[in-house]
Structure formats: structure tokens, C-alpha cells
């Protein structure tokens, strides 16, 4: 019998966006903590003002470019009118989502920052908790389920206390949800790194890999643009992005936290993939050259120029002397692209299990609205079951993922 051939007119993007709507937390947040919760306020120019605590925010242009002509895409302030409702709006979404091939997609928040920075920010934690937690819901029971199987839910956390970030993934994952928010690099935050010697991140990852649930990380969500130099402008600095996102990776794989939480997964959104594989020989140069002396617990400070006894605690759960750093990529890290050649030229390196693809949907690189034909054009030849894979099939895998049957939905414009 001949296997049926797989489906490759749909793709599930891992990082899209939502610009929430006004009535969010003044409808999802308890009825006494309203007065105080978020509120979106529009000003004398029509432009929507979000104001919360000491804080206030405007939605950049950069934020909300589908449907507009690049030539008029700015980083001024846009007002939800002159928005594309489906970047407000989930039934609006998923008609657009229609349109590009979109079969599902996951949704970062835009207000809260990329991991719920803006509520961390916030003095009254109490506040910020019900906050998240009123956004959790709002995700799952108003967003996700305006559409059911066209949205993987994504929800936040309490930066601020690990055990209470270990009880709201408990309770979200309860509710179905595989996939959460945290910070590429807390330490500009002001939080501790992940290989913090106290095992401060410890209660929350232990809870993530306890439900499943998968740590998403978005480029930004450091709350920092790297900078080449003090005088570098915006374009070079924005080009040269995806440091952030090695460093992310790197800083995982030694740091220790895969060891002791061996069924831990992450998602790298936004970081594109090109750069892994010199990331990862890189790696393993350092591994075969450094490994003895580091084994034994020496560190070394080239700024100070002498030696001195390590005092993390992450990394001595790693056996350096037989530490095979791919493996643990291959394992636990999943890298996503919008649009890369380099890195889809190099696939043989990085693993046809470990990629996922995006369209950043609403936010100035999307690729929408010709998202599947894009990725079609990027992907041709490949073999039909490692398309699938990058298309969809590594999404539904990693996120426990069953999305809506395509049979049922209308060709994508292109792919009749």
C-alpha cells in the first residue's frame, strides 16, 4: 500500500504576535483589581496609549506593518484603527492566516513585553500576578479558542518569583497549554542567570519539565538591542541580532540545566538558525582544547589574568571529559527561522528534527501574506517528510499540538 504524501500547502508559525486588544484585563482581570490593571487609552490623535502603574506605552509602527506598503512603515506610534484588525482581533487572524497558509500559529504578547517584562517592572506584585494570570486566561479562553486548532496557546509567568511561576505553569498546563514565555538572558533584567549557583530558576524549570511544557524564548526578551558600538546605528545593530540568540544557546547547553532536567525543551523564536552550525563546531573546539583543566574545577579570567576556583554550580553537573554538545542540542533546543538560506542550506548540520519556521506576523520582517509560497520556494528540494517536518510536523511534536484538519479550510491563495 502506498503511503499517503504529506500535506505541504499549511505551516504553523511558532512566533507571531498580538497586539491585545483594549478590553483584556479590564474583562479578564478580578473585578478589584480593575481600577489599577492596564488600561489601553485613546488619546486626541486616535492613537491608543496603554497605561499601567507609573508606566505608559505606545504601539510602534514596526509592530502592526501588514497590509502596508514598505515604503510607509515607520516606528511612529500606530492608533488600532489604522491597524490590520487581525492584529487585535483572532477571527480577523485566522482569515489572514487563511489567506498566507497559516494553519496555526503561536502568539507572543506585545503590552506585557516578550516574557511579561512590563509586569516585573510594576512595584505591586500582587497587581502583576492577577495580571498574568488575566492574560493566561485570556489566551486560552478567549484567543485560542475563538478558533480551536488554529492557535497554540502561550502564556506568562511571574518573573519576580520562581515558586510562583512553578504554580502558574502547573495551572495552565492543566488547561491544556505547552508553551511558555521566559527571558532569552534575565541578568539585564535584573534577575539571576539560569546558571545562577543557588538553583534560583530551579522551581520553574523543574514545573516546565514536570507538565511538558516547553520554555520559548524571544529574541528582545532581554529587554536590550546589542550594540557593535557606541556609535553604530540601528540598521548594522539590528542586523547583527542574532548574537543574542547564540549566546542564549550557548549559555544552555553549559550551563548544567539540561542535565538535571533532562526532559527540558526550548525554543529559540526569532533567533533564525544560520549561525548553529559554527556555533556548535565552535563548541566543541573549546570542549576538545579547555575540557581537562575546566573538568577540575580551575576558572580563568582572561581580563584579570589569573586563576581562581569556579564557584557556579551549574556547570559541574556536566562531564566535560565526555560532554557531547550535540547530542544536547539535538535533545533540547529548537531553533526558528522566518527566512533563511544559509541556515535551510546547512539543515544537515543542524537537524531536520530541530527546526521550526515562522512569519512573524504582524511585525515588520513577517512574510505574510506570501508565507506559504515563501517557504514552499525555500524548501524545494527537500524530501516531502523533511518539508513536513518544517513546516508543521516539529510544532505539533514539540507542543503536544493537534491543529485543525486542512481539509476543512479553504486553499491558500497560490496553492491551488
Known amino acids: 500500500m502506498t503511503a499517503t504524501a504529506p500535506e505541504l500547502n499549511w505551516l504553523i508559525s ?15 482581570l478580578p473585578e478589584r483589581f480593575r481600577d489599577r490593571g492596564p488600561k489601553l487609552v485613546i488619546g486626541e490623535d486616535g492613537k491608543g496609549t496603554w497605561h499601567y502603574l507609573d508606566q505608559q506605552q505606545r504601539a510602534s509602527g514596526l ?37 498566507a ?19 516585573y517592572r510594576g512595584e505591586d506584585k500582587e497587581l502583576g500576578l492577577a495580571c498574568i494570570e488575566a492574560y493566561n486566561n485570556w489566551m486560552v479562553d478567549e484567543w485560542c479558542a475563538t478558533a480551536p486548532g488554529r492557535f497554540i496557546p502561550l502564556t506568562l ?28 538572558n534575565p541578568e539585564p533584567l535584573g534577575l539571576p542567570t539560569i546558571n545562577d549557583p543557588s538553583g534560583y530558576w530551579d522551581p520553574f524549570f523543574r514545573a516546565a519539565e514536570e507538565c511538558g511544557v516547553v520554555i520559548c524564548m524571544h529574541v528582545g526578551s532581554s ?51 544560520g549561525w548553529i552550525p559554527y556555533f556548535l563546531e565552535r563548541a566543541e573546539q573549546v570542549i576538545d582544547k579547555q575540557r581537562f583543566w575546566f573538568q577540575r574545577g580551575v576558572d580563568y579570567d582572561p581580563g584579570k589574568g589569573s586563576k581562581q576556583q569556579r564557584t557556579d554550580g551549574g556547570s559541574h553537573t556536566i562531564d566535560y571529559l565526555n560532554f557531547d554538545i550535540r547530542q544536547s542540542f539535538r535533545d533540547h533546543v529548537y531553533g526558528c527561522f ?44 527537500m524530501s516531502p517528510a523533511v518539508q513536513y517536518k518544517i513546516l508543521r510536523g516539529n510544532a505539533e511534536r514539540l507542543f503536544q499540538f493537534t491543529p485543525s484538519d486542512t481539509a476543512e479550510l479553504p486553499v491558500p491563495d497560490g496553492m491551488a
Not at 495552565?172 to 497549554?177: L, Q, S, Y
Not at 546547512?346 to 515563501?374: A, C, F, Q, R
Open 223 to 273: 529587554s536590550q538591542i546589542p550594540s557593535i558600538n557606541s556609535n553604530t546605528n540601528f540598521m548594522a545593530n539590528l542586523s547583527w541580532g542574532a548574537v543574542r540568540t547564540s549566546g542564549t544557546m550557548l549559555d544552555w547547553l553549559f550551563s548544567g540545566v539540561f542535565e538535571r532536567f533532562p526532559n527540558l525543551r526550548i525554543s529559540l523564536a526569532e533567533g533564525n538558525i
Open 63 to 99: 509592530s502592526a506593518t501588514v497590509g502596508r506598503d514598505k515604503s510607509l512603515i515607520s516606528p511612529d506610534p500606530l492608533g488600532y484603527d489604522e491597524m490590520r484588525p487581525g492584529c487585535y482581533d483572532a477571527a480577523a487572524r485566522v482569515q489572514d492566516m487563511n489567506q
Open 14 to 28: 511558532v512566533d507571531d504576535h498580538v497586539l491585545e486588544p483594549g478590553h483584556l484585563w479590564q474583562t479578564w
Open 338 to 381: 522566518i527566512d533563511d538560506v544559509a541556515g535551510l542550506g546547512n539543515l544537515d548540520l543542524i537537524g531536520e528534527d530541530n527546526v521550526m519556521i515562522e512569519t512573524d506576523y504582524p511585525h515588520s520582517d513577517t512574510t505574510w501574506p506570501n508565507s506559504i509560497k515563501l517557504a514552499r520556494d525555500r524548501l524545494a528540494g
Open 101 to 119: 497558509g497559516i494553519l496555526a500559529s503561536m502568539t507572543f504578547p506585545t503590552f506585557p513585553a516578550f516574557c511579561g517584562q512590563t509586569f
Open 157 to 184: 509567568i511571574p518573573l519576580w518569583d520562581p515558586e510562583k511561576a512553578a504554580t502558574e505553569v502547573r495551572r495552565v498546563a492543566e488547561r491544556g497549554v505547552r508553551a511558555v514565555a521566559f527571558s532569552e
